[in-house]
């Protein structure tokens, strides 16, 4: 019997199925085998309708050939039955379920749902007064009676209004990781984008038309060359900010670069010229980590522009954020290079170490800072690799991943606990020297810190004799709630924010008051608080839990931070402003809304 019908033999799983395949298909070439023990059972294609017998040693030896296009029509053959069986089972269960909302299924990706919309149509649904609209993928959907319900919050939300949620969805995996987020969505669908709008392409004779595609929830404030704030809605929900939402800051078009062909010139006073492949980078020095925050020194600058008008973008404070960078340590290559210690360095009259980026950008360290061995200044590279077949680049210099152009690829240095400006990105060159860099983002007015006084630059100012900013000052902000939260007397809100020191200096403690400084409490602080105290690059979370008073007429929450070397914020803007508005830390106010409880 089990000659007749060797699938008997097989696990009882699989009798019915190869039942099945056997007598219906048989005239499909089909080839089983399986292991039993260490022989190998094998069965050749059956001539007769009924049976399948066993190979002969001709048979066997000629399928060892060409058992890959035996196996190739069995699951041809199994999905052939599949396909047909799935068919009558569903013609069986039809009319089944049919009080169910069918959802709307296209057979031809052109027809799409109607009606149609441009995308400048969805962009213009941006509040609540025109409906708010939002695209995934081809899909047009209006969230306006959602946004009320969503677990997120209104503000989280209402970032992707007008937009497409594709982005967000890509940072927040939740929305996938269940069913139910897609159903919610679903219902809410009210046509697709149209098929034929034409997608604006970028003019080759514009020199941004290579910039990188870039998250929507990003605050922006100029697009060319691109400027924009990680939102303060999506700042607490990671320490280490993920890469689409880093702050950017650019003075010039991303350069593009072909990481073959790059080459880090390394030369100066006390150097040995060389000049580095990535590979080189890769192979010749050991690797390291930090998790650093980096800041634009015009963080904050709209507070300043209350007072008096800076020159420069206004940013809030989303102008800096926190990653995780791997690489080798910028000592580790001057010592290769033959400048040994901080004593060699000054006996050769060696005073900074000056960075060139591909975009022409320069800027530069002191050398006591670059030597350190408690300095931890890294420079950041992608690796590439050739093969014979395959060329790939393996990433993990950026949070783990893929150093991007727009954050400095392929080499990028970073500089823990000093302002932004001195991490330059695309690094090319590095330079011993007795001077600081040229240039107007080293030596000249942008990045100096102005007395109060001095609100026009000419001819007269002595710029030269102004100090560049290196580390920047201990400073903190309110998150949540955000400005003009409304709240009830004897609510319970909790506050959250962040806190930040240059130089490492750690943070030690946040202080809270609900009342304009009047009153204060200790904030807890969170992520970040386990840092070392003198060698804290990131920044600190922190959160209070409070209650409005049953009196309160006024509420206006104040943050300040101190540091571990005690120092701590100013309490207004008024005595620290400067005409390039730098360096802004006074206490952050966010004023609330006090609203009657109703009957």
Known sequence: RRAKEPWRSLPTRWNKKMAAVVRNHVSTPALLFRHVGRKRTCFAPCKRAMLVRPMSTFQRRQSSKTWWDYLGAAVISTSFVGFFGSREV????????????????????????????????????NTKEKRVWVTYEDGVYDITDFISNHPG?????????????????????????????????TKMRIGSLHPDEKVDEPDPSDPYANDPKRHPGLTYHNRKPANAELPREMIMDNWITPKELFFIRHHHPVPAIHLPDFRLDVRGIGLKPINLSLADLHHRFEKHEIVSTLQCGGNRRGEFNKVRQTSGISWGFGAMSNAKFGGI?????????????????????????????????????????????????????????????????????????????????????????????????????????????EGYWQRGAAYKGFAPNMTVLDEDTEVSKIQSIQ??????????????????????????????????????????SIDNGKTWE?????????????????????????KIPDDATDVTIVCKATDVSYNSQPENPEPIWNIRGLNNNSWHRVPLVIQEEED
């Not at 013609?91 to 799409?112: C, F, L, M, Q, V």
């Not at 319970?492 to 809270?512: F, K, L, P, Q």
Request: hydrophobic share 40%; proline share 7%; charged share 25%.
């Open 153 to 185: 919050g209104k503000a989280k939300i209402m970032l992707a209004a007008g937009k497409a949620i594709d982005p967000f969805w890509r940072i927040y995996q939740q929305h996938k990781a269940s069913p139910l987020p897609m159903e919610l969505l």
């Open 329 to 437: 340590l910028l000592r580790d290559i001057l010592m290769y290079s033959g400048l040994l210690t901080p004593e060699i360095a000054h006996s050769v009259g060696v005073h900074h170490v000056q960075f060139v980026g591909v975009d022409g950008v320069q800027a530069s360290i002191p050398i006591e800072k670059a030597l350190s061995p408690y300095g931890d200044v890294l420079l950041a590279y992608v690796i590439h690799r050739v093969f014979p077949i395959i060329k790939f680049v393996y990433r993990y210099e950026m949070n783990d991943d893929l150093l991007q152009p727009e954050h400095g690829g392929p080499v990028r240095v970073i500089v823990p606990g000093t302002v932004g400006i001195r991490n330059i990105k695309w690094v090319k060159s590095i330079k011993t020297s007795s001077e600081e860099a």
């Open 471 to 512: 580390e920047q000052p201990v400073t903190s902000a309110v998150v949540e709630p955000v400005p003009n939260y409304k709240v009830e007397p004897g609510d319970d809100i909790c506050v959250r924010g962040i806190a930040w020191s240059g130089g490492g200096r750690g943070i030690i403690r946040v202080d809270v």
């Open 90 to 125: 569903a013609k069986a269960d039809e009319g089944k379920d049919s009080d169910k909302p069918k959802a709307h299924t296209i057979k031809n990706p052109k027809e799409r749902l109607k009606p149609w919309f441009s995308r400048a149509e969805v962009a213009a649904h």
């Open 522 to 546: 200790t904030a807890t602080l969170t992520q970040g608080s386990e840092q070392h105290p003198t060698r804290a690059w990131a920044w600190t979370f922190w959160e209070f839990d409070t």
